[in-house]
């Protein structure tokens, strides 16, 4: 086999960052899984916290649809600063007019809308809280106590008095990431509030590790931080590569997450299809 020539485009929501293509784009055979793979290596490939296959097919259930999968090649349901580039990405290039649209993914329907500032508000839909509002889980010798919640993907929350170390980060966000209780792997929360309205977070993203901004992670921090009365019910969420505003209208339920999506830059990447075929 030839090489290849895939067309590709690099975006980032507050630096989390990702490679998206076209389906229509991508050549037969190939193995999505081992291509995110490769271009999310930022050794050998074009670096990126996950891979975007974008799907532009309209079909009965939703407007547009996607695949999304981690840097280590692993799926992942929903992302939040993901979507917010894919609905830049589709509106930006032509592919609808319209500033609300609606997305199938893995963690089901999801509607963004472009707002007129030029950030993206994304509907993340209705969490999974837990029965539980807090839990212990034992590392070594370190008790963390923490809460569970699914947006869309599952998230550990672990609140701080003080921001955790670099030392402790890499230590523990892996350690808890893969622990046993979590079959499916976990994205892990090292979350302090400042005030009812702000909270500082730091993120180990389940099949990325460290990222300087999660979406479904700061919809899970302040969803955790309100059921355990510590914030209102909209907050600012500051993570090492900005700030999100997150709000949760109990009324319906919902998770609404607001923040930049930027373009990088585009390009072609010389593909040897031998390296990521089925």
């Not at 990126?48 to 532009?56: E, F, N, W």
């Not at 589709?90 to 609808?96: A, I, L």
């Not at 499916?184 to 400042?194: P, T």
């Amino acid at each position: 086999m030839t090489a290849y020539v895939l067309p590709f485009e690099k975006m980032h929501g507050l630096g989390n960052d990702f490679v998206i293509i076209e389906r229509r784009h991508l050549p037969a055979n190939l193995n999505d899984k081992a291509l995110s793979r490769l271009l999310c290596d930022r050794h050998f490939g074009l670096g990126a916290d996950g891979l975007i296959i974008v799907d532009l097919s309209i079909s009965r259930d939703a407007d547009f649809a996607w695949n999304y999968y981690n840097a280590d090649g692993s799926d992942a349901e929903m992302c939040g600063n993901g979507m917010r580039c894919f609905a830049k990405y589709v509106f930006e290039r032509g592919f609808t007019d319209d500033y609300t649209f609606s997305v199938l993914t893995k963690a089901g329907i999801i509607k963004p809308l472009i707002e007129s500032d030029g950030t993206v508000t994304v509907d993340m839909g209705v969490p999974e809280l837990p029965e539980k509002t807090k839990e212990e889980i034992k590392i070594d010798s370190r008790i963390f106590d923490y809460t569970y919640i699914e947006v869309g993907n599952p998230h550990c929350i672990i609140f701080l008095d003080k921001d955790i170390s670099d030392s402790d980060f890499y230590l523990y966000g892996p350690r808890i990431e893969k622990d046993k209780r979590f079959p499916n792997g976990v994205n892990v929360e090292f979350a302090r509030i400042l005030n009812s309205k702000e909270i500082k977070c730091r993120v180990w993203e389940r099949g990325c590790g460290p990222t300087l901004a999660c979406g479904t992670g700061a919809c899970a921090v302040l969803l955790a931080a309100n059921i355990n009365n510590l914030s209102d019910t909209s907050a600012s969420i500051n993570l090492p590569g900005g700030s999100l505003n997150i709000r949760w209208d109990k009324n319906s339920n919902h998770v609404f997450l607001n923040g930049p999506a930027a373009f990088v830059y585009t390009g072609q990447f010389n593909l040897d299809p031998k390296l990521v075929s089925s």
